[in-house]
């Protein structure tokens, strides 16, 4: 059976749509994580003294 273009184009109208609506709803769901994982890596309280010899080995 041959598909007509204008179903061609329906489809593909439809699979754009729906790959724009899921890549908005997987950003929807992933940025509140990377915003804590950003606000986790660069907070100032948890910023330590770095490590020296001794305390890394144990001699």
């Not at 007509?4 to 769901?29: C, M, P, Q, R």
């Amino acid at each position: 059976m041959a598909h007509s273009s204008t179903s061609g184009s329906s489809n593909f109208l439809y699979d754009f749509l729906g790959g724009g609506v899921s890549g908005a709803i997987a950003k929807t769901i992933a940025a509140p994580i990377e915003r804590v994982k950003l606000l986790l890596s660069t907070d100032p309280t948890r910023i330590t003294t770095p490590y020296t010899s001794n305390q890394i080995f144990r001699l």
